[in-house]
């Protein structure tokens, strides 16, 4: 029944039994419910006919990925791969409209070079609402200090003597985000140790070969299988071969003087150099997908991202900067 409107009975509204429901409502359409005797309007929002006398729950369900920057290889006596950025995936959290979200896309970290002895550069975290991933932990420069250091993924060890890889997760990064890295081997040739990656560990380095980066893990969240948070391959130094790079971003190590770079926007770790500069990390990302009745905006700046529809959702992917962002 259309509406009609008469001078002295008022407005009729359309009207339906709840299994007699139009099948293709649009947003805002009223009637009346026969069945439960009530006025009803439809909100696209949560998919729900609603009463006049209710107020429509309009909070919604997000899926999201979150990946930090993997970290930097090092660069001397066999370099260490560098370990993958944390790599954590959430299905079904609820969220509200017109409500500020952080949203923050972590940094690779540097490789680092024979200059300052010590050192390592971790990649920087990833953070989507209350979801904080870790950088990747960054391989380490040969003077004293040969052991990979902690991080999402840990980095591998390096060449100089030959001890462990880093543990692949800080005691603050919980549940698990990534894997160990790698131990060297140290006894001429020099070979590192490969980083982790979100689902495996740095290989150890053998005597002939340096150790590859621990392999990444695949997510079909944008309507696609991508691996990303591969660990990168260890250096080689004085003879041997470098380790391989880890599936998902990882970069392999060298037997050059300077190391390959993690992929943007997967967290794969750095490549281990021979006797240079390791690679970088690639930088984090973070992708959600929600209901394609909303819009997302950023309404302070600072973020750089894109939005593809999928399957009745929109997937949008922040690949830079750190902001807040909002679903309306």
Known sequence: MAITLDGTTGITNASWTTAGRPTSPSNGQMGFNTTTGEPEWYDAVSGDWITFATTPDRSFSVDFLVIAGGGGGSGNYGGGGAGAGGYRSVTGEILSPSTNYTVTVGAGGAGVGTAVPNTSSPGSDSVFNTTTSAGGGGGVNYTSVVTGNNGGSGGGGNGGYGTAGGAGNTPSTSPSQGNNGGSAYGSG?????????????????????????????????????????????????????A?????????????????????????????????????????????????????VSNPGGGLTFSTASSGGFKVTTFTAGTGTVQFA
Do not use: E, H, Q
Request: glycine share 40%; no cysteine; hydrophobic share 25%.
């Open 189 to 241: 040739p020099n070979l590192g140790g490969g980083g982790g990656g979100a689902s495996a560990v740095g290989a150890n380095a053998s005597s002939t070969v340096a150790g590859a980066g621990g392999a990444g893990t695949a997510s079909s969240i944008t309507g696609s299988s991508v691996t990303r948070a591969g660990g990168g391959g260890g250096g080689a130094y004085g003879g041997g071969s």
């Open 243 to 295: 380790g391989a790079a880890g599936a998902g971003g990882g970069a392999a190590g060298t037997t050059g003087n300077t190391g390959n770079n993690g992929t943007a926007n997967t967290g794969g770790g750095g490549g281990g150099a021979n006797f240079g500069t390791g690679g970088n990390g690639g930088s984090g990302v973070v992708i959600v997908k929600y209901p394609d009745t909303l819009t």
